[in-house]
């Protein structure tokens, strides 16, 4: 005779099983199809950007500096959501394009003010062009990508509180 204690505890255990699987289930994340989208997103930067000789994260930093002004390292860092140990070495190989200033103030050596140099404000006018050559990437009506965008930002600032 079947023990019924034993058929309860495996039916729990498929049951628990089932829900651990669709938990884990690739199709079930919300991360991944960021993840994915952002990817393909930033690999469609590349051939416009290739033509201005910056990448992804480099014209990022640069659109900020175009809208912004001179600013300190951390408030860059903090506008386009990225550590020091990201951005100095990526700052750098700015500088050495000759794209921007790093200067380290006398009177704080830890801080260090980004500025644009002529050539930086020149790229302004190259740099033009890659909205609009990118506008067609995500192949949904202009509406959906507004959408998209809101929400988007709504949980960047989300997660930020």
Avoid at 47 to 68: A, F, G, I, S
Avoid at 87 to 112: D, M, S, V
Wanted: with cysteine; aromatic share 4%; hydrophobic share 35%.
């Amino acid at each position: 005779m079947a023990d019924p204690g034993r058929k309860e505890g495996q039916q729990y255990m498929e049951a628990a099983k089932t829900e651990i699987n669709d938990n884990l289930r690739l199709s079930e994340q919300l991360c991944f199809p960021l993840y994915a989208c952002a990817k393909e997103v930033v690999r469609q930067y590349r051939k416009p950007l290739e033509k201005l000789n910056l990448t992804y994260t480099q014209y990022l930093v640069m659109m900020v500096l175009w809208e912004q002004g001179s600013m300190t390292e951390g408030q860059l860092g903090r506008i386009v959501h990225l550590d020091s140990g990201t951005l100095a070495p990526l700052l750098k190989r700015l500088e050495r394009n000759g794209l921007i200033r790093r200067i380290r103030p006398e009177n704080n050596e830890r801080r260090l003010l980004l500025s644009l140099t002529e050539q930086g404000d020149a790229l302004r006018t190259e740099a033009q062009s890659v909205p609009n050559v990118m506008e067609g990437c995500i192949n949904l009506p202009k509406e959906e990508l507004l959408q998209l965008r809101t929400l988007l930002m709504k949980a960047m600032n989300a997660m930020e509180e």
